[in-house]
């Protein structure tokens, strides 16, 4: 094989680019997952999020403006499943499955005047000399503001687990909605606030899809990045640095594959597509066994619905 | 996206009640979409020529679809759902439908089913396909004059010989004018999405190549190209004008609508039977969009004589001589393809570099 034809230091730089919207996903998720809500909905809340957030950077001509738009649209369907899981108590499953369904109509609905639009471009950060550093420099320098973001979110929600109180309190309930009810924590007020930043880190993800990495917005561009960073946190079994170095595979091995494509190394492409959902897969089954989801981490209450009174 | 879907089948349960009530029953056509109609490209296409049927039967046909149908077991029950629906024809627009539809079909013998790009039919599965790779000679050509690097990147979807087809014309035809010219194949497996279209052509370019060729149907290759500033590209299925006059300096289209108004009022008078259909640029099912500015006015004046010449029958993108890429002869000097060879094309021709993955 001739590998002479890759370059490295750009394959690195790209694949950071087409990891960060589904790490965004995936931390938001897991934060979510962390307090005991299993929201389906990812691909649902990434999609309005793109739409929402490429819809106000063309209006404004921020594209600031719209990863915050995207934030706030995308929360704001997060918020639809916190009132009808949290509040009415519905199937958590069939919900977030229905936030999907309904989120990729909506967005297809809001997008219909921008397709074929281009959006104001994201400026890289600009590093100075630094992006000059050889090899390093464009890897580690050379990225716009929110691939950067990215990063410190899931160093953020490390510290916030690991160290805080509030953390603990979120963790708590997570494990044992009775048990942190009892300690007179308020279960649903915490659950809410994980969804919303869930909602708002998926928003942030779609909007990264459609602002910087494709860029433009089409009808059911994330093409099931939802599903992958839902199972990228399965993956990172509830930890954000596994949660990461998921994402970076999964991004990896998509831009590798092209990249060998590209440069004209026979590879079976086929295999490297599939190979972290296999991952994947085998995850979970080992994580079917009762001892396998301890020790995997899983939240003893995800999934569950609470009411004080039960 | 289902929701859309279940409140058209409601709503069209009410309508066909209504009709019913008064004695015309309006005929009741169905069509299954790999993509969203919004992708800018294939389904948008198909979903123009469901719209022409509308426009021209007025309120004696009722259109019914289902858009981002994945290929494989689904589709059989999206095409199942539409014929318990009450579908008189149903239109199953993706090659991997080609199964499923078959399928589906022997169970309501009473139901006529129309596959793009297939090659099963049966006594109620027609099959109807454009000579895509007319336009890809088009393509090549302009794409072989224009290219300063000598490298054609060629973003391919699944390995079928409708792909494969596409990428041997275009070859051919722009090795004809270049003989240094490298084409660079990279197989996505995916017809729609717009994340891993982008990256393909930026890995592409990245690796330098000037042109992108796409077969897959969102519009993010033009986009990624835009950004780049020196690539050109073609509108794939659609004319994709909005990244015109440049990178997007031509196009294929496809132009569904009259085979769908031809073949909705055959279901209407009875004459329907099951038939296979592939036409080309003579026809009207394959048109070129607007060749721009971008192309040296000598360059656009031979793809016109080429298109021209096709559209007049004179000329036979697949004439040879032309050797396999193992070097053995497939056509001799002069030789027509014969169109079953190009139906089931599996291999690539001499110059291509790479295989065909499986």
């Known amino acids: 094989m001739d590998f002479s034809s890759i370059n490295p230091v750009l394959l690195a730089a790209s694949l950071m680019v087409a990891a960060t919207p589904i790490l965004l996903a995936a931390i938001g998720e897991m934060v979510v997952e962390k307090a005991g809500v299993l929201n389906l909905g990812v691909e649902g809340m990434m999609i309005v999020g793109a739409i929402s957030g490429f819809a106000v950077a063309v209006e404004t001509g921020s594209p600031w403006l719209g990863f915050l738009g995207a934030m706030v649209g995308a929360t704001a369907l997060a918020m639809v499943f916190a009132v009808l899981t949290q509040f009415l108590l519905s199937n958590q499953v ?22 074929g639009i281009k959006p104001p471009s994201v ?37 916030f687990l690991k160290y805080t109180r509030a953390g603990l309190i979120l963790r708590a309930v997570g494990e044992s909605h009775d048990a942190a009810h009892g300690l007179g ?110 020790a995997f981490g899983a939240p003893a209450a995800l999934g569950r619905a609470f009411h004080a009174s039960a | 996206m289902k929701r859309r879907t279940l409140l058209l089948a409601a709503a069209a349960t009410g309508l066909a009640g209504a009709a019913f009530a008064d004695g015309h029953e309006p005929l009741k056509v169905g069509f299954v979409y790999v993509g969203p109609v919004g992708d800018g490209g294939w389904t948008y296409e198909h979903d123009q020529g469901r719209l022409a049927v509308e426009e021209h039967f007025g309120d004696k046909v009722e259109t019914i679809f289902q858009e981002n149908v994945p290929e494989g077991a689904d589709a059989e029950r999206a095409m199942t759902q539409m014929a318990l629906q009450g579908a008189n024809l149903i239109f199953t627009t993706s090659f991997g439908y080609m199964d499923p539809t078959i399928n589906v079909a022997a169970q309501f013998p009473d ?32 794409a072989g004059k224009m290219t300063e690097t000598n490298k054609i990147g060629y973003i391919a979807s699944f390995p079928i010989p409708e792909v494969i087809r596409g990428i041997n014309s275009a070859y051919l035809h722009a ?76 196009s294929i289209i496809d132009n569904w609508a009259p085979y769908y108004i031809a073949r909705t009022q055959a279901a209407m008078d009875g004459s329907w039977e099951s038939v296979d259909t592939w036409d080309g640029i003579a026809e009207g099912m394959v048109e070129i969009g607007e060749i721009t500015d971008a192309v040296p006015a000598d360059v656009k004046a031979e793809a016109e004589a080429m298109i021209a010449a096709m559209a007049a029958k004179e000329y036979h993108p697949f004439t040879g001589p032309i050797n396999k890429q193992d070097g053995s002869v497939w056509l001799a000097e002069g030789d027509v393809a014969d169109d079953g060879t190009l139906l089931g094309m599996d291999f690539y021709v001499e110059g291509i570099e790479g295989e065909i993955p499986n």
Do not use: C
């Open chain 1, 94 to 115: 069939a919900t977030g499955l229905a936030l999907t369904l309904f989120g990729l109509g909506l967005s297809a609905l809001m997008g219909q005047g921008y397709v």
């Open chain 1, 123 to 159: 400026p890289k950060v600009p590093a100075g000399p630094l992006a000059d550093i050889p090899t390093i420099g464009p890897v580690i320098f050379g990225h716009d503001a929110i691939v950067y973001l990215s990063l410190l979110a899931v160093l953020g929600v490390w510290a």
């Open chain 1, 185 to 294: 924590y308020k279960v649903v007020a915490v659950r809410v606030a994980a969804i919303a930043f869930g909602g708002a880190m998926a928003g942030l993800g779609g909007a990264y899809l459609s602002l910087v990495r494709v860029p433009q917005w089409t009808e059911g561009m994330t093409a099931g990045a939802g599903w992958i960073a839902l199972a990228i946190v399965v993956f990172g079994a509830w930890r954000p640095g596994r949660v990461m170095l998921g994402a970076y595979l999964f991004g990896g091995v998509t831009v590798l594959q092209l990249t060998l494509q590209a440069g004209g190394v026979a590879i079976p492409a086929e295999a490297l597509s599939m190979s972290p959902y296999l991952v994947t897969i085998l995850v979970l089954v080992i994580m079917s066994a009762d001892r396998g989801r301890a």
């Open chain 2, 111 to 142: 139901v006529k089913f129309e596959h793009a790009t297939g090659y099963k039919r049966s006594d109620n599965v027609s099959t109807y396909s454009a000579r895509f790779y007319e336009g890809r000679a088009v393509q090549g050509h302009i």
């Open chain 2, 175 to 250: 090795k004809a004018v270049n003989p240094d010219v490298e084409f660079s194949v990279v197989w996505v497996f995916t017809w729609f999405d717009p994340a891993k279209e982008a990256d393909a052509a930026r890995a592409l370019i990245a690796n330098g190549v000037d042109v992108v060729l796409q077969h897959t149907d969102s519009t993010a290759p033009q986009a990624a190209a835009q950004e780049a500033g020196n690539v050109i590209t073609f509108g794939q299925a659609s004319d994709m004008a909005a990244f015109g006059p440049f990178p997007r300096v031509s």
